[in-house]
Nanobody, 114 residues
Framework: QVQLVESGGGLVQPGGSLRLSCAAS????????MSWSRQAPEKERELVAT????????NYADTVKGRFSISRDNDKNTVYLQMNSLKPDDTARYYC???????WGQGTQVTVSS
């Protein structure tokens, strides 16, 4: 059974940082690219970042480029999203997913507010 379990969300002040984690199981994690997406109320879902299977290639949405960093540990079957210089517009539910077979986690809420 495939599971993607996100953690690390919470409430943070503007300018602050958070690190999201996503623990994967039920598939051969090291074979697949992984992504983070987010969705805010009344907004379309946005693909935030993607990392290839080896962890050597990353891509980011323009809205987060230079502030967010995606990484992975294939020994721990975990993908991370380091989020710095957070803005209120980053408030959303963040989802980890495996895009090839369309596996999704339940998400973790990130709220940026003073």
């Amino acid at each position: 059974q495939v599971q993607l379990v996100e953690s690390g969300g919470g409430l943070v002040q503007p300018g602050g940082s958070l690190r999201l984690s996503c623990a994967a199981s039920g598939f051969t994690f090291r074979w697949y690219a992984m992504s983070w997406s987010r969705q805010a109320p009344e907004k379309e879902r946005e693909l935030v970042a993607t990392i290839n299977a080896a962890g050597s290639i990353t891509n980011y949405a323009d809205t987060v480029k230079g502030r967010f960093s995606i990484s992975r540990d294939n020994d721990k079957n975990t993908v991370y999203l380091q989020m710095n210089s957070l803005k209120p517009d980053d408030t959303a539910r963040y989802y980890c997913h495996q895009p090839v077979e369309n596996y999704w986690g339940q998400g973790t809420q990130v709220t940026v507010s003073s």
